[in-house]
């Protein structure tokens, strides 16, 4: 058992190098000098007022800013009116089950503007959004991701996901499409045809966005900016988000795993191999003291050396224990976030399956604009029925 666990442990370690391909630029987009406030900024909100408290940091974008705010309940209809009296634009949209995917969708006919930022209300962005639109469009994207770092670096608990943020954002060099739901940018047009093909199923709907996209042939680039986000700042309050992640991550590898395999078979083999597969093994060094002894540093001591060699653009101090913070997340979290998958499914009635087929579909820019046009005039007709501003209804 040992020389099969220290085998697969070397060759997961080794692919644990791919962050060194971030070195590579071929896929990032760095902003200029040149600006365009050619752009709308979408913030899905429902569910209490509390989550847009950090308003004020994006005054300076208020005019290029469209608040999708989900108002069934008196107080989020009340305050989407304080919102205005404010000076923000608003779109009242009522459902059911409100998620952030649903609300952009819904809200994107009523966008004029070339590009599209989605933006979750508690992330704050930087002055440098014009320069970034900008630079996008001379690079001519469909599709960008975008680094999200924590905000309130304050504990161990904060701190630890400070670094593991620094580190996956370096994966969006070489893998763009790994779009995170705290903010990403994409032409209008690819943006709808997108949504128009979206599960909309949460926890995942972020990162779906852009499987989807590859799963298009779009043209997906990594825009090299930073949003910033709070994190959870206790373990109980952590737990509970990677449970949503790890029951979102358990949906992508394995509900759609037909998908994954024919568009994306090393990464998939990769993710099911070091996150599932190994699992038994991870457990079974853990319950054999032989196992603990002698495999264990020795693992540990590679996790250290490879995290500070492929990570050395994020070199931080925390890395010497980070493997421990790794790997009690790993042990633990994948089967819990397993079982409340389909805790969720069942509530749901719905397996959460790609809106996409197992091809990949090249659509050009041009034949994407033709093909929806029809489309986009009808929303805008039926939006404009109601009125910005006014009770809406979900597409």
Known sequence: MSHVMLILAIGLVAFDFQNLLSWWGG????????????????????GHPRYFDRRA??????????????????????????LENEGWRVNRIVMESPNPALLIRACLPAVTTTYTLRLDADTSVGDDIAQAVAAVEAAGADLCSIKCAVANR???????????YRMAMLARHFRPWLTSGACFLGRTDALIRIMNLHSMWTPGEDIETGRTALALRMRIRHLDIVVETDAPDTWSALFRQRRLWWAGTFRHWWINMDRNLLQLPVLTAYYLAAIWVSLYFKW???????????????????????????????????????????????????????????????????????????????????????????????EHRRIASYGLGEPGRPV
């Open 284 to 378: 079974w060094t853990l319950i054999s003291l032989h196992e603990l002894i002698y495999t264990m540093p020795l693992v540990i001591v590679s996790y250290i050396v490879v995290t500070a060699i492929s990570n050395v653009q994020v070199l931080s101090p925390w890395m010497l224990v980070f493997p421990f913070y790794s790997l009690a997340q790993v042990l633990v979290m994948p089967p819990i976030g397993a079982a409340y998958y389909f805790v969720v499914a069942w509530r749901r009635r719905r397996l959460g399956r790609y809106g996409f087929g197992l091809r990949r579909l090249r659509i050009a820019p041009v034949e994407l604009e033709t093909r929806l046009a029809p489309w986009v005039k009808l």
């Open 154 to 164: 304050t504990n161990a608990v904060t701190k630890f996901q400070a670094l593991e």
């Open 57 to 82: 940091e994006l005054l300076r974008y208020q005019p290029n800013v469209l608040v999708a705010l989900e108002v069934s309940t008196p107080l989020m209809a009340a305050f989407a009116q304080q």
């Open 27 to 46: 896929r990032t987009i760095t902003p200029g000098e040149e600006s365009s406030t050619d752009f709308t900024i979408i913030v899905p909100l429902f």
